[in-house]
């Protein structure tokens, strides 16, 4: 891992006030619409081939004083690949420029996490620690945190022969690696009669299905759970719930839309729906449920910054789904913007809205955090 002391000593040598950078992917948009609303310059930094978003349909305009006009994307800074970020040229210029890394998925995957933490030596607005935890491959995952917290999960299936009762196994798409090629099956012979097809259509492959994670099915609506850790805030203010979205998952969303008659008329090799995330939207919880959530949330920041001290720094999203009873459990974790968070660009998130009395999204809220740490002269508490 990267020394952060050494990533905090070459802020000292930073233009001011920094730019805010990400990965042109998932939810940079979100960190440059809250970015500019604080007034930052922000910078994408793009795969040649997927630029055009940035560079083109959401530049930013500016009059001759600076002021923002139209877009949020002051420079799109194309690279071959994604992972070109690691060339110390590229680094060094982007330093030079004095930016500041937003994390979000996209940068842990399309560049190697063990060079994340070892070899990007630009300051990360968030936790570089943690991005590691978000792989259900490895032997410490979010999982493991989630139990050290004591935070509800579902249980896990240990043996697919053993599995009773709905269950879902997690694992990547074979070809389209960032996204899932889940299913659901009820019995081990489920299991092999769904995995099989999945097999022979190529969705996935047999090293994934054996490195699977299995677990029960938790029957209820999804919330992804957008919070807010301040590290520059009291102890009793730090934690903050800013919004909550939903995914929209194709092809199981258009699946469900049919009638049940309609779906048993599908080809054998469409019955299995595909888990693909391609949208989401927008919601609120019922009030008597927030308490519980942000018990969720407390419980979590305190078992990270015991495990990977400092921490979570900044926005962080607990995936939940509440059953029946009102019992939530989380089922996936993202410890940096989560996929969701550009739902609420420009117009905030509802909670967060209420609770800083302006349009306050995910990513304004890390904007205003970085804000506040200029003036303080604070910013290296905020980056890893």
């Known amino acids: 891992m990267i020394d952060r002391g050494k990533v905090q000593a070459r802020l000292k040598d930073y233009p001011l006030p920094p730019v805010v950078g990400a990965v042109a992917s998932h939810s940079a948009l979100d960190a440059f619409d809250g970015a500019s609303a604080e007034g930052f310059r922000t910078l994408a930094i793009c795969q040649r081939g997927r630029e055009k978003t940035y560079s083109q349909y959401y530049r930013a305009f500016r009059d001759v004083t600076g002021n923002l006009l139209k877009g949020c994307v002051d420079t799109a800074y194309v690279l071959e690949k994604f992972d070109d970020i690691l060339d110390e040229g590229v680094q060094e210029k982007l330093r030079q420029m004095g930016t500041l ?151 199981l969303d258009g699946m469900v839309r049919l009638p049940a008659e309609q779906q048993l008329a599908l080809p054998e090799t469409a019955r299995i729906p595909e888990y693909t995330v391609v949208g989401h939207g927008s919601l ?38 509440v059953d029946k009873d009102g019992k939530p459990f989380v089922f996936d974790v993202a410890v940096r913007l989560g996929g969701g968070t550009n739902i609420h660009m420009s117009l905030g998130h509802p909670y967060g809205n209420t609770l800083w009395r302006v349009p306050m999204s995910s990513g304004r809220r890390l904007a205003f955090e970085l804000r506040r740490a200029l003036d303080e002269g604070r910013l290296e508490e905020l980056v890893t």
Do not use: W
């Open 101 to 251: 890394l937003v994390p979000n998925r996209a940068l842990s995957s399309y560049v190697p996490i063990d060079e994340v933490e070892e070899k990007l030596a630009l300051p990360i607005l968030g936790s570089r620690a943690m991005l590691r935890i978000e792989e259900r491959s490895e032997r410490e995952n979010y999982y493991t945190l989630l139990e050290k917290a004591q935070i509800p999960t579902p249980h896990p299936v240990v043996d697919v022969k053993q599995i009773e009762g709905l269950s879902i196994v997690k694992l990547p798409h074979a070809k389209k690696r960032l996204e899932r090629g889940f299913f659901t099956c009820a019995s081990h012979a489920e299991f092999l009669k769904k995995s099989g097809a999945l097999l022979a259509q190529g969705t996935v492959t047999q090293e994934d299905l054996d490195h699977a994670r299995v677990e029960q099915y938790i029957i209820g609506p999804v919330f992804n759970l957008n919070f807010f850790l301040s590290p520059l805030a009291p102890r009793i203010e730090r934690l903050e719930l800013l919004g909550v979205d939903e995914r929209r998952e194709s092809s």
């Open 284 to 321: 609120t919880l019922r009030e008597s449920l927030l308490e519980e959530a942000l018990k969720l949330g407390e419980k979590f920041v305190d078992a990270a910054k015991e495990r990977y001290p400092p921490g979570i720094i900044g926005p962080f999203c607990l995936q939940t789904c």
